[in-house]
């Protein structure tokens, strides 16, 4: 397939609504559906059969994937080399038999997080439509994400963010040259504030799964892992659950390959794991109730899961049932073990965020819900580094 000049040979046909199928353009701003008000995704012209030439073997971030992600124009493309991530083994770190556990680290992305994935795919679809100023509500690592894509491809952001977030989120904005609005509540009261502002200034909101191009960023994980594991997926994939964006971006990527033939039906068991600050996403799968009501308890060390209730909560928790998953919730002291546990064995200091998934293994092995066979990948979605002061440390 021969490029034309500036082009990514991107595949990308329109946007669709998965609730009532209405196609909506991919060549024009667009938020949510404008018959249902839910999360739209973007199609690709992809049959069976096209192979893995598609993607740039020679490009180190997640844009080798262009083919499959909504921009036109390489010109238009912000990206600070995020994705292609390592799929680490646990060596040390085991529980009842030697299961065998991978660990897919995110840590490593621009300013720290997989926020990177989705904020470079939002923000450059964003700059190919033309916006200049972008806003989002964030509980930290989106923020600083959002602030340093902006700062990349001379775009203006503004960031609402919990006042009692840690400083470091809110410094590295700031040093990225966007405005920062702390507000007292949760994501989801900067939510509120993020949408009135944006209405009033006429700044795109680039919130969670409220645009279509985010999770396009995030599935790209889900090609990395399919790669990674050689086409043949982990029996098991435990997730820590926010606003679950990259849930829905992962079950995208594998929909995609097993349309292209790369994949079977087969799909790992997806668990989504919570704070019990906020598990609105977990009550709701234990209750079996189709959508989860909000959620919060306040303040969480694992800051990236207060979203007392996600804006695609109904796919979320289709997508869980699907795979016939499940989903649990972990409290503050066992997350904050459960971090120390794995820095102590493994020489990794995960996000909180990452640290719940070890806990939730250790409680799922219990139940034999995970056999003693099965592989397991945990995704980490970010650095310990940025959440220090949540933390206690003995000196």
Partial sequence: MLKTLNSTNSLFENLQCPACGEFH????IQTVCNQCSSTLFANYKIVRGVGSDIFDQNDSSMWKYSSVLPVKNSKNIISLGE?????????????KE??????????????????ARGISAALSKAKELGVSDVSIPTAGNAGGALAAYCAKGNLNAHVFMPRDTPKIFK??????????????????????MNDQYSLRNGWFQISTLKEPYRVEGKKTMGYEIAEQFDYQ?????????GGGTGIVGIWKAFDEMQKMGWIGS???????????????ITQAFLNKN?????????FTIANGLRVPKPYASKIILQILRES????????????????????LREGILAAPEGAALWEAYKQLCDKNWILPDEIVLFLNTGSGYKYLENLTIES
Wanted: proline residues 5%; contains cysteine; aromatic residues 6%.
């Fill in 98 to 115: 030697n299961r065998p556990i991978f660990w897919k680290d995110e840590s490593g992305n621009p300013t720290g997080s997989f926020k």
């Fill in 266 to 280: 087969e799909r790992p068991r997806l668990v989504a794991v919570q704070s019990t600050s906020c598990d609105g």
């Fill in 233 to 241: 997926l982990p029996d098991v994939l435990l997730y820590p659950t």
């Fill in 83 to 95: 994705g292609q991530t390592p799929l680490l083994k646990f060596s040390n770190l085991k529980h």
């Fill in 324 to 343: 016939k998953g499940t989903a649990l919730s972990i409290n503050d002291h066992l997350i904050e073990k459960a971090l120390k546990e794995i820095a």
């Fill in 171 to 192: 410094d590295e904005c700031r040093l990225y040259g966007a405005e920062l609005i702390e507000v007292n509540g949760s994501i989801s009261d900067c939510g509120k």
């Fill in 290 to 298: 189709m959508d989860s009501e909000a959620i919060d308890n306040g």
């Fill in 25 to 28: 353009s991919g060549s024009v």
